[in-house]
């Protein structure tokens, strides 16, 4: 199994990406041996990876990165960088490679503070793979600082450094960093290709497989959480009959706090594990004893620690709201189908009925003002509103329509 293999519906992608990896291969090669470099590569400095969500920009960048870490001993005897079984693209699909390093938004944006590690390790020579990585996953969300602190990182590389930066569209990264990337654009798997992967991969029965696909209209992630977790299956269906529980002010104010409660608790389960380790290991790297205090002058660290897993606790909660926002958007734009008399195909089947209930007891125009009530939800959570006053502003739009 190649690292290419789990990129669903990105063909075309992959084959640029399987002759960089080809080109960067004989150039670490040509350049150990001492020998003279090719003379054109379709390798270069630095990529940017776009596309919609859930079309793998992140996971695309990944298995690039694998290729080209790829210490394969096949390739001696004529194989292609990125085998996926090499201790090169194992370490560096599940994390752990030394050479890649992989920024993430903590929380809304990605700070100067953040990148300013990264960006100086990006000027040094790989340690023992053979290129040094730099994967920012939200490049999007950089602000000026960072941006232009990334900005004279890639105008002026290492020889032996990539950049790879992925966003959802060309227009949210400065003009001045995507000039110097180039540039590749993802899609959409299809309902078919995700159904597809799920049952070849995961084991998921195909009616199974095929429902979770239609129901998240080809994002793969959402597609596989929904096929293989049981809680994410309860949160969409407690998502989905939330247009039953707005006819009253009473219930529309109590189906928005309990929209923001499962947030806050799904970011809580999701960082409970992660904040306990990376407290544990701060402490054992600043020499505090088992159960002991810290040491003199290391209270600053920790409070840094703190602050970082707490804006990393709220993104995670907009997130888990931005996710239940998306589902409920798909419940109206079937409802609005049904009402228009459309062919296209229903993302939700499995609630046909709530459908059917929904499309006949309002208007187009109606349906088409909650739609853009969610939306003015995501806007505002997107801008930092509380997210208690902005669900229930949207659930109250909900009723009015």
Known sequence: MTVWDDLVGQEKVCAVLDAAARDADALVTAAAADAPLPQASRMTHAWLFT?????????????????????????????????????????????????????????????????????????????????????????????????????????????????????????????????????LNLRTPSVDAVADMLVRREGIEPDVAAAVARATQGHVDRARRLATDPAARERRAAVLKLPLRVEEIGGALKAAQELVDAAAEDAKQLAEETDTKETEELKAALGAAQGGRLPRGTAGVMKDLEDKQKRRRTRTQRDSLDLALTDLTALYRDVLALQLGSRVAIANADAEDLLERLARGSTPESTLRRIEAIAACRKALDRNVAPLLAVEAMTMALRSG
């Open 51 to 183: 596309g919609p969500p859930g079309a793998g920009r992140t996971q695309t960048a990944r298995a690039f990165a694998a290729a080209l870490q790829c210490v394969s001993p096949d390739r001696s005897l004529g194989g292609a960088p990125g085998c996926g079984f090499c201790d090169g693209c194992h370490t560096t699909l599940i994390g752990t490679h030394a050479d890649v390093t992989t920024v993430a938004a903590v929380g809304t944006q990605i700070l100067a503070d953040d990148m300013r590690d990264t960006v100086r390790k990006s000027f040094t020579s790989p340690a023992g793979g053979r290129w040094q990585v730099i994967l920012v996953e939200d490049a999007e969300r950089l602000n000026e600082k960072s941006a232009n602190a990334v900005l004279k990182a890639v105008e002026e590389p290492a020889p032996r450094t990539v950049w790879l930066l992925c966003a959802p569209s060309v227009e949210d990264v400065l003009p001045t960093i995507r000039s110097r990337c180039r540039h």
